[in-house]
């Protein structure tokens, strides 16, 4: 099976720079292969095939493309196409996408390496420490969190710059057999391989490092269940065309019922692949006083279907699962621990104690962090996604699109 490991980097400052170099000639290089793709005939457009066998006249045209490690240039080419794909395949489904869009420097955020162009020590140096290393780049230390299994080859290494300006390398694993790999260690856990999740009201999901998925809209959907309810009404009870009727009924319900289910697997293996640790809150015991009855009945079903799927999914990619006491995560600050009444209309969080300010769901993520780590015996995040926060003031929240979350389901960027 295949599934991925991601740990936090440490890079010098100087190959930190390296890094960012590379992070920018990877993204031109893949607006180029966009720019080559959308002007080529409607009835002759490129493949991947193709693309690639033009990377070497592009080299010399563009001697900035000739920096890139030959696998790198390739895994990029190979983006582009796997986008192309997950783009029609949305399409087919029925949702509404546009063309793939210039990725600009706060888009394109990784660079992907396929069998070659990297290197791990886990041993390194005077300290022994685990070390990375790119081609043309360099050696940087990671947080080696969680060894990879003795069984397992890597295919990919993938460093990424995420928006707070942290670096994490991600490789991607493969075992022959159908070994389930391994949790990682508890004391492994930290606040940047972690996360707290807050299933929302507005979001469907809000994590504690800031991203925001949003609920997939299905408007078109119910319009039609109501259409079907109201020509079942005027149907004369028993008779034939009632019972037909009622199956169109039942085959509206079965299609929302379908594309929520087949929306959970995306975000939950989207969770567990990137994760070590996914923290949520215990529904059980989750306060909803907010919602009217009705409302809580159907979020509550969606949720629990939610949790099920992620608990499901955390044992196939080893991944820590943990329900963690609901009570109060939205009125307490996740920066001073005071409680503060807070109306279901006031969409900020602003600490009266502390000063502490954030967004309402992102405040109820981080205490779901914090108490996943209180109740594991770990205490305080080492580093803590309130400091992260406020460290990036300006777009806060990195909003996830469905499809990024289909495309991150399936690739490691
Ligand atoms: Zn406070």
């Given at each position: 099976?295949?599934?991925?490991?991601?740990?936090?980097?440490?890079?010098?400052?100087?190959?930190?720079?390296?890094?960012?170099?590379?992070?920018?000639?990877?993204?031109?290089?893949?607006?180029?292969?966009?720019?080559?793709?959308?002007?080529?005939?409607?009835?002759?457009?490129?493949?991947?095939?193709?693309?690639?066998?033009?990377?070497?006249?592009?080299?010399?045209?563009?001697?900035?493309?000739?920096?890139?490690?030959?696998?790198?240039?390739?895994?990029?080419?190979?983006?582009?196409?796997?986008?192309?794909?997950?783009?029609?395949?949305?399409?087919?489904?029925?949702?509404?996408?546009?063309?793939?869009?210039?990725?600009?420097?706060?888009?394109?955020?990784?660079?992907?390496?396929?069998?070659?162009?990297?290197?791990?020590?886990?041993?390194?140096?005077?300290?022994?420490?685990?070390?990375?290393?790119?081609?043309?780049?360099?050696?940087?230390?990671?947080?080696?969190?969680?060894?990879?299994?003795?069984?397992?080859?890597?295919?990919?290494?993938?460093?990424?710059?995420?928006?707070?300006?942290?670096?994490?390398?991600?490789?991607?694993?493969?075992?022959?057999?159908?070994?389930?790999?391994?949790?990682?260690?508890?004391?492994?856990?930290?606040?940047?391989?972690?996360?707290?999740?807050?299933?929302?009201?507005?979001?469907?999901?809000?994590?504690?490092?800031?991203?925001?998925?949003?609920?997939?809209?299905?408007?078109d959907e119910y319009d039609r269940l109501r259409h079907e309810q109201r020509k079942l009404s005027r149907k004369e009870h028993g008779s034939n065309n009632y019972e037909k009727q009622r199956q169109e009924v039942a085959k509206a319900r079965r299609h929302i019922r379908r594309k929520v289910l087949d929306y959970q697997h995306k975000i939950t293996t989207w969770l567990v692949k990137t994760y070590d640790a996914v923290f949520v809150e215990d529904l059980n015991v989750k306060e909803m006083l907010e919602?009217?009855?009705?409302?809580?009945?159907?979020?509550?079903?969606?949720?629990?279907?939610?949790?099920?799927?992620?608990?499901?999914?955390?044992?196939?990619?080893?991944?820590?699962?943990?329900?963690?006491?609901?009570?109060?995560?939205?009125?307490?600050?996740?920066?001073?621990?005071?409680?503060?009444?807070?109306?279901?209309?006031?969409?900020?969080?602003?600490?009266?104690?502390?000063?502490?300010?954030?967004?309402?769901?992102?405040?109820?993520?981080?205490?779901?962090?914090?108490?996943?780590?209180?109740?594991?015996?770990?205490?305080?995040?080492?580093?803590?996604?309130?400091?992260?926060?406020?460290?990036?003031?300006?777009?806060?929240?990195?909003?996830?699109?469905?499809?990024?979350?289909?495309?991150?389901?399936?690739?490691?960027?």
């Amino acid at each position: 099976m295949e599934y991925s490991h991601r740990y936090h980097a440490y890079p010098t400052q100087e190959v930190a720079e390296g890094l960012e170099h590379h992070l920018n000639v990877h993204r031109q290089l893949y607006n180029h292969v966009r720019w080559d793709y959308t002007n080529s005939p409607e009835d002759d457009k490129p493949s991947e095939y193709d693309q690639n066998n033009k990377l070497p006249e592009w080299k010399r045209t563009w001697p900035v493309f000739a920096e890139t490690h030959s696998k790198a240039a390739q895994a990029t080419v190979a983006r582009f196409h796997h986008n192309l794909t997950v783009l029609s395949e949305l399409k087919e489904k029925g949702y509404n996408v546009g063309r793939l869009k210039r990725q600009a420097p706060t888009d394109y955020r990784s660079v992907t390496y396929n069998q070659s162009g990297f290197d791990l020590d886990e041993k390194r140096g005077h300290d022994k420490d685990a070390y990375v290393w790119f081609s043309k780049i360099g050696w940087m230390k990671i947080r080696y969190s969680r060894p990879i299994p003795d069984h397992a080859s890597i295919k990919e290494a993938t460093f990424k710059k995420e928006t707070t300006g942290e670096w994490f390398i991600t490789f991607s694993l493969e075992t022959e057999d159908e070994h389930v790999p391994e949790k990682p260690a508890v004391e492994s856990l930290t606040a940047s391989n972690s996360v707290g999740i807050d299933l929302g009201i507005l979001n469907y999901v809000h994590t504690s490092d800031g991203k925001t998925v949003d609920w997939i809209d299905l408007d078109d959907e119910y319009d039609r269940l109501r259409h079907e309810q109201r020509k079942l009404s005027r149907k004369e009870h028993g008779s034939n065309n009632y019972e037909k009727q009622r199956q169109e009924v039942a085959k509206a319900r079965r299609h929302i019922r379908r594309k929520v289910l087949d929306y959970q697997h995306k975000i939950t293996t989207w969770l567990v692949k990137t994760y070590d640790a996914v923290f949520v809150e215990d529904l059980n015991v989750k306060e909803m006083l907010e919602q009217s009855h009705n409302a809580r009945n159907k979020q509550d079903a969606a949720w629990r279907q939610f949790i099920t799927l992620l608990e499901y999914k955390a044992a196939l990619y080893g991944t820590h699962v943990v329900q963690v006491e609901a009570r109060g995560t939205t009125k307490e600050c996740a920066s001073c621990g005071v409680e503060t009444a807070k109306p279901i209309w006031v969409r900020e969080h602003s600490c009266p104690s502390c000063g502490f300010e954030t967004d309402r769901d992102a405040n109820a993520a981080m205490n779901v962090l914090q108490r996943g780590f209180a109740e594991r015996g770990l205490g305080w995040p080492e580093s803590t996604p309130v400091e992260t926060v406020a460290a990036t003031d300006t777009d806060r929240f990195e909003s996830v699109s469905a499809s990024h979350v289909i495309e991150t389901g399936s690739l490691p960027s």
